[in-house]
């Protein structure tokens, strides 16, 4: 069989070829879920600007609500998460593509690898790279024994920031995305965070009677205030780097304004990217992205404490991998709630609150991989290159921490990158790549979450109307420019926590989704159990009807290999 034409009687087997939904322009969008969710969005905007103490109080009392009597449930569900990734990839189900037989992939490895972590946490890795390590050297979590600028303190520190940003956030990217993609392209339904649940109520109830409309609204509003922490994160960033390279030093209280303008200077780049379409606009920026990275990387590693970074690579994997488990199950029932909602509970939510758009978008560039293929692609690369950027950069940190120099203490969180740096050659020319890369990582993650907010808003279409998609980039802004107008850092991590909250079942639905939807896809591995001929197994799944001679028969008892051939 050719690789580039599918086998008819093995395609037959699965749902539909992905079709796109009639129409062009407006009438191609949702009017339900486009109506409510901008509408929510824009309401929460207004009353931002308008009553900013009043929605403050209320926001901050509800976070102490949430944390108090849901923390439990970000934490289980998040380790829950790790451990649905690696039974789907090393399972019976690893070999099915994520694709009818015979389709191949859409991007190569590389470009696919480059996309999905400028995506998922880039701003993140600028903001947090030096500061979260020293934070927690100088301020050791509670759940840890040790001296301040100690040793330990540093082990626990380093073991900690991998926590946050090792296996978990990418676990929970890779069920809401395996998920997606699976429901997408090998079940043929439509692009939407909805689709997945037909497994378990039905087609005509998801789509014909609106019972998936409530999910696609909510994943919209957990997307806008999920990325918009994101960008008002790399505002403060880029401001603080602004300040210092224009005044000579750094400040305690940065205000909001020139983050405000900054963001609405990018705004307008993620517009311009956003109506060049994906292949042009996020594939380029994420690319570019990749170098910038690398080079600064290398730069520090050579310039910084080499030796030291080497040997704490070793200490940090170690540190990290044996506390996985203690760390994963800490809770608040004896202490250390405060701390846990500023860190852990917060990682959690802001990462259930970007699985939407993270989701959306890996799944969206993922066809054709196999589930084995993409959750260890997603879970385990990302990871290495968040580790090897953790260690060279909170290494830095922490070098120059536990020889007196207070990184920690300088001025507001987001100066740590540039304080560190400032004490390297060259302070002025890297300060500049720093805050250029936070930019493009600003636009490309603005750019592929109004793309998937399009898609959201518009019945799943793979390509939204451009004016849509332009429309949510310009909100994803006018967010993150009210949020930190209503509260800075504070605020940003707060409206994450919230929107977040509910998603969290709607994690938990989409795995049980996906199970179902694995039961009975003629390709599965079968354990050994009772003999049963292909036809009986095959009559069992509601989208196909096999013969006994069939290509779907023969397919069920001879799964496909690794690449899907």
């Known amino acids: 069989m050719s690789r580039g034409q599918p086998d008819e009687g093995i395609g037959s087997s699965l749902g539909d070829a992905v079709s796109e939904p009639g129409g062009t322009g407006w009438a191609t969008v949702d009017k339900t879920v486009f109506g409510v969710s901008a509408g929510i969005i824009l309401v929460v905007c207004v009353l931002g600007v308008v009553f900013t103490k009043p929605v403050g109080d209320a926001a901050a009392s509800a976070l102490g609500w949430v944390t108090s009597n849901a923390g439990w449930l970000f934490i289980l569900g998040a380790s829950g998460f790790v451990i649905s990734s690696l039974v789907l990839a090393f399972g019976r189900y690893g070999s099915i593509p994520l694709s009818r ?127 918009a922490t994101s960008l008002g994160l790399g505002a403060l960033q880029i401001a603080a780097g602004v300040s210092l390279l224009t005044t000579g030093k750094f400040s305690d209280d940065p205000g909001t304004t020139l983050p405000i303008i900054i963001i609405c200077v990018l705004t307008v780049g993620v517009v311009f990217s956003a109506a060049s379409g994906l292949a042009k606009g996020i594939k380029w920026l994420s690319n570019t992205n990749m170098v910038l990275s690398a080079v600064l990387v290398v730069f520090v590693f050579v310039v910084g404490p080499t030796v030291f970074i080497l040997n704490l690579l070793l200490s940090s994997v170690g540190a990290y991998l044996a506390n996985l488990v203690p760390m994963s199950f800490h809770s608040a029932v004896f202490g250390g709630g405060s701390w846990l909602a500023s860190w852990t509970i917060f990682y959690w939510a802001w990462w ?48 120059l921490q536990l020889n007196g120099v207070d990184i920690a203490g300088t001025g507001s969180e987001a100066a740590g990158f540039f304080a560190a740096l ?19 990582f600003f636009v490309s993650g603005a750019d592929a979450g109004a793309l998937v907010l399009g898609t959201l808003s518009s019945r799943g279409r793979k390509e939204p109307w451009k004016p849509l998609v332009i429309f949510w980039a310009v909100l994803t802004g006018t967010v993150a420019a009210v949020l930190l107008f209503v509260g800075g850092l504070g605020a940003l991590q707060t409206f994450t926590i919230l929107a977040a909250s509910p998603f969290v079942l709607i994690i938990i639905g989409l795995c049980v989704s996906l199970y179902v939807d694995l039961r009975r896809d003629p390709l599965r591995q079968r354990t050994l159990g009772p003999v049963r001929t292909s036809s009986e197994a095959l009559g069992a799944v509601p989208f196909t009807n096999p013969t006994a001679e069939s290509p779907a028969a023969e397919a069920a008892a001879s799964p496909l290999d690794g690449d899907g051939t």
């Open 352 to 399: 259930i609150s970007w699985t939407p758009f993270v989701g959306t978008f890996i799944a969206r560039i993922s066809r054709g991989r196999t589930i084995r293929e993409f959750v260890l692609g997603v879970l385990l690369v990302p990871t290495a290159v968040s580790i090897l950027w953790f260690v060279v950069f909170g290494g830095a940190g922490l070098k």
């Open 101 to 227: 037989e015979g389709q191949g992939t859409e991007f190569s490895t590389l470009s696919w690898v480059a996309m999905m972590f400028s995506a998922g946490m880039g701003i993140g890795l600028m903001f947090f790279g030096v500061y979260e390590p020293v934070t927690h050297l100088a301020s050791p979590p509670p759940f840890v024994d040790a001296a301040p600028n100690s040793a330990d303190a540093a082990n626990a520190a380093m073991a900690y920031t991998l926590f946050h940003w090792g296996l978990h956030p990418w676990a929970i990217y890779s069920v809401v995305g395996l998920a997606l993609a699976y429901s997408t392209y090998r079940m043929g339904r439509g692009n939407l965070m909805s689709a997945p649940f037909q497994a378990l109520f039905g087609k005509e109830r998801i789509e014909t009677k609106g019972w998936g409309k409530p999910i696609d609204i909510l994943a919209i509003i957990c997307t806008k205030f999920g990325s």
């Open 422 to 440: 400032q004490q390297y050659p060259f302070f002025i020319g890297s300060a500049l790549v720093v805050m250029v890369l936070t930019a493009v």
